[in-house]
């Protein structure tokens, strides 16, 4: 046989691409409320504050005039892109046109760019009328050294007790959790088989579902400095993300550059904190 009959040996190309681990919907969006179509740069949130009932002790005395208080807070928006192209010389070589994989993966992005812009409202400086509210430090638990514990999610449960913002109020509780914590809760000595049981983990050996009041939610993204992290629980209500426009894309020939095919996808989003009594922040250990 020829010692040359490898030249003739075809060479195969994948048929299509594999998108490398990563997440690929907003974990965020559908736990938060929404205030779609906003025209402009910004919106304003308009808060009505508690008022308080006073006993009538007159007979025949004049009817009350309470003043209602009133706050505000601003959604404010800011544009997301991302852009790709591919040449016609590309798809030839690659014997597969990656154009919508790239569009996919550009969704994907912008999806984690939601939940970016949510997790930095909920910790960050919140813009009202009179200037930035920062989130108080009685709606933070201290890191005390450890990691997620059933201690301090009690901890976070009784803030939203006494707030009067959890489920006898209507309100829907949501807390983050990263693979790190779903380990503590699982070394969590404190822990009984009802609460395994509870959180499914004897099942999957993962948080699903509701369990301690609140619906968990994964997400690796939350601030994280090297040996601290910032997890946050909160209600549906307590927190905002406003739309100029929801993601959009458009694949086209760019007659500028070869009439080779630009793919392009973008939103313009933004968020804020509605009421601080609706975020908890709960500071972990955690390992780099």
Known sequence: ?????????????????????????????????????????????????????????????????????????????????????????????????????????????????????????????????????LLPATQKIAVGGTGLTKAKIIQARKLFRKNEADNHNGEELFITYTAAAAADILADTTLTSQDYLAGKFLQDGDVEGRWMGFTWIPSERTPFDGSTRRLYAWTKSGVILGKGADITTKVGEDPGKGFNVRIYAKQSIGSVRVEEEKVVEISVTEAA
């Open 1 to 133: 046989m020829s010692q040359q009959i490898t030249e003739a040996f075809v060479q195969q190309f994948a048929d299509n691409f594999r998108h490398v681990a990563q997440q690929m919907q907003s974990r965020f969006e559908p736990h938060v409320s929404h205030e779609p179509n906003i025209v402009g740069m910004s919106k304003s949130v308009n808060r009505l504050g508690q008022r308080t009932a006073k006993r009538r002790t007159t007979r025949h005395g004049d009817t009350p005039i309470n003043d209602q208080p009133h706050s505000t807070r601003f959604v404010d928006l800011f544009d997301w892109e991302d852009g790709d192209m591919v040449d016609d010389q590309d798809k030839i070589r690659m014997l597969v046109d990656p154009t919508s994989d790239y569009v996919k993966a550009m969704v994907a992005a912008l999806n984690r760019a939601k939940d970016d812009v949510i997790i930095a409202a909920m910790g960050g400086s919140s813009r009202a009328t009179a200037g930035g509210i």
